[in-house]
């Protein structure tokens, strides 16, 4: 069973900068962040595999969010920069074993943490 600890998640303003980590009990060869905005579906905004290739963004925060993983740490985590008010959303650390393929914004989650509330006024 592999568990997931989000962190990091609080008020910001427009403009500013957050960054979340996320605590694994292991580190799966696909891992990711998800959000879910007021009345909005969730959705997957980053993701990152283990065995190399560039990281996955969705383009609603490309150029702005970058993922990253220390491995050493089994630590996940997500920079935003530029933050937007439409950035506030739950957002969720997930992981699964997948192939590269696989390990896009439609991928298949396996686990998930409880979510951490990430909020942004203008």
């Known amino acids: 069973e592999v568990q997931l600890v989000e962190s990091g998640g609080g008020s910001g303003q427009a403009g500013g900068s957050l960054r979340l980590s996320c605590l694994a009990t292991?580190?799966?060869?696909?891992m990711g962040w998800l959000r879910q905005a007021p009345g909005k579906e969730r959705e997957a905004i980053a993701t990152?595999?283990?065995?190399?290739?560039?990281?996955w963004y969705a383009d609603s925060v490309k150029g702005r969010f970058t993922i990253s993983q220390d491995n050493a740490k089994n630590t996940l985590y997500l920079e935003m920069n530029s933050l937007k008010p439409n950035d506030t959303a739950v957002y969720y650390c997930?992981?699964?074993?997948?192939?590269?393929?696989?390990?896009?914004?439609?991928?298949?989650?396996?686990?998930w943490g409880q979510g951490t509330q990430v909020t942004v006024s203008s």
């Open positions: 990152i595999y283990s065995g190399g290739g560039s990281p």
């Open positions: 997930a992981a699964s074993f997948l192939p590269s393929r696989l390990c896009t914004g439609r991928f298949s989650v396996s686990w």
């Open positions: 292991y580190t799966t060869s696909c």
